[in-house]
Each structure stands twice: as structure tokens, then as C-alpha cells.
């Protein structure tokens, strides 16, 4: 089934031009190294080393609203890949023009923190994007991840037949989600996308439950939850707590159990070594069954 809602963005060939942008935390030459080779044994890369730090930011917000601003602009890049998430995006979303984004789409890569730019974009343009590894993660990935987001990139996505069933079911809808903490802030503001008929993908790092029980309640009380068509689990990387009487399996049952839509878990997206890229706003089908397992398949 074709989706109407949203356009994809252009496929990213090897040998295309591509650019950096880093709108939220601070980075370091050396952590960043190894994954701009990889990138340049693929694309050409537009990128002019700096050291930009404003505490836990890279850079004021004029400075990275400026670096993200100029290249979403230029017409002869194919891709615009964050450097790495922490925080920071959020500062910059309102000044963000998608003018000259709009006349020459590219695709946007990111996840965590990046999340928030994603769903700026769909609201804004109806343009997806692909939730993928950053740069200072691409050193550290297998092959696996950087094989899916070279394929996510050209304009065919895998699918994933392996996941868990949390609660059984089927559905159909816009993929749609990231960082669990990130889509709980932008409830209620103008950057938060549409939920409704969605299936919704979320991960998280370093929250305890707690946390993620106060995330889940927050999406939960402003409706955002009811709105969703299926949910889907990736991974929450260190986010347990010895000490917590609950754990996540049973804060996640208890969120979704009576929403009467299928849930699955398993899908390694998020801050692990695997993170599996994800085309953004992409039409897909979510089916779960107790004996045969969960599938996510892409059909637009």
C-alpha cells in the first residue's frame, strides 16, 4: 500500500555528495575519525573540521543553527548525517527555515537526541528522513548496521521477521517514534508528529524505569498513546535498575496492554554497537502472533 501521508526523501547513491551537521552535543576529533573514513570510502563528504564547544552543547545555538541551516539549503547535497545526539536540537527547532529543504530534499540521518529534527521535518515538510546511526556511532558499528543504512539510504529498507510478540495483533501504518525521553518532551508542541494510525518506535539509554514509566505516562495523559496503531520496542541500553521492584518488561505491559494494539520488542535500534536504520514515515505492516513471533515488514 502506497502512503500518502508523507513523501520519502531522495535515495542516497554511493558517490553522492553529502554533508556533517552537529545540532546538539559536543564532540571530538578522534571519536569521529573512524566513521568519516567509512563514510568517504562511499560518498563524498562535505566536512570542514572545527572544535566548537559551549559546555554540553557543540557550539552556541546561532553557530549550529548556522552549520545546519547552510547545508539544509544547498542544492548539491544528497544527505545531511548528525554527527551525534546528547542534547541540544530541541534550542534550535524554531529558527530552522525548510524553504530550500522543500525545493531540494535530502535525507537526514540521526537518532537520540536528533530524534526531535526528524519529527520537526515531518510535521513541517511531509518529508521522512531515515532514524539511523550518527557519525561517532559509524566507527563503532558492525557491518550489519552500516550494510542497512546503505540500504535504508538507497530506498529499501530491510525488514525485520524476528522480533518478539508482546501483545498480539496486526496493523498498518506510518512508521513513526525514536528516543522514548525526546518524544515525551516535544508532547503538546508544534515539532511533534501526527500519531494517529502510527506505528510507533521507541528506544531509550541510560533512564531508569522510573523514567521510562514517566515518559510512557506523559504520552499516555496527553493522548498520544490512544492514537497509535501498533508499537514496537527497540532497545533501552542500560536502563534497568537492580534495585527497581519493576522491571521494564512489566512497565511496557502495563502501559500498552489495554490499548488493543499488537506490540512487539526485539528490534535492535537504539545505542548498542547493532542499530539497524529505519526509514522514517515509511508505510509498514506490524504483525504479532504468541506463537510464530512479530514481524515488522516495509510495504510503501
Known amino acids: 500500500m502506497k502512503n500518502t501521508l508523507y513523501r520519502d526523501p531522495p535515495a542516497v547513491q554511493p558517490g553522492d555528495r553529502i554533508a556533517l551537521a552537529a545540532p546538539a552535543g559536543p564532540f571530538v576529533e578522534s571519536d569521529i575519525a573512524a566513521g568519516l573514513g567509512w563514510l568517504r570510502q562511499h560518498f563524498e563528504v562535505v566536512y570542514t573540521p572545527r ?3 559551549r559546555g554540553y552543547l557543540a557550539g552556541s545555538d546561532s553557530e549550529r543553527l548556522m552549520e545546519l541551516q547552510d547545508v539544509l539549503n544547498r542544492p548539491d547535497i544528497s544527505m545531511i548525517m548528525c554527527v551525534r545526539g546528547g542534547y541540544g536540537t530541541m534550542r534550535i527547532l524554531r529558527g530552522i527555515d525548510y524553504d530550500g529543504f522543500k525545493e531540494s530534499p535530502k535525507t537526514i540521518v540521526g537518532c537520540s ?4 529534527f526528524l519529527c520537526d ?3 513541517k ?3 521522512g528522513s531515515v532514524h539511523g546511526p550518527m557519525l561517532e556511532q559509524l566507527g563503532k558499528a558492525d557491518e550489519r548496521t552500516r550494510e542497512s543504512l546503505l540500504s535504508c539510504l538507497k530506498g529499501h529498507p530491510q525488514s525485520f521477521k524476528k522480533l518478539n510478540t508482546v501483545v498480539s495483533g496486526q496493523a498498518e ?3 513513526m517514534g525514536g528516543n522514548l525521553t525526546m ?3 516535544l508532547a503538546g508542541t508544534q515539532s511533534m508528529p501526527d500519531l494517529e494510525g502510527a506505528i510507533l518506535f521507541i528506544e531509550d539509554v541510560g533512564e531508569r524505569p522510573y523514567r521510562i514509566d514517566r515518559a510512557l505516562e506523559h504520552l499516555s495523559m496527553a493522548g498520544e498513546l490512544d492514537k497509535v496503531s501498533g508499537i514496537v520496542l527497540g ?4 536502563c534497568g535498575d537492580e534495585n527497581s521492584l519493576i522491571t521494564l518488561g512489566e512497565i511496557f505491559y502495563e502501559k500498552f496492554r489495554h490499548l488493543d494494539v499488537p506490540v512487539a520488542s526485539g528490534l535492535q535500534v537504539g545505542h548498542k554497537k547493532v542499530n539497524f536504520s529505519l526509514p522514517f514515515t515509511r508505510y509498514c505492516r506490524l504483525a ?9 515488514i516495509f510495504t510503501g
Open 235 to 238: 532497545d533501552f541500553y542500560e
Open 288 to 296: 504479532a502472533d504468541e506463537e510464530r513471533g512479530a514481524g515488522l
Open 183 to 185: 518524544l515525551s518532551h
Open 125 to 127: 515538510t511531509g518529508i
Open 113 to 116: 537526541d536528533i530524534t526531535a
Open 173 to 175: 501504518g506510518s512508521l
Open 51 to 53: 572544535h566548537r564547544k
Open 121 to 123: 521535518i515531518s510535521v
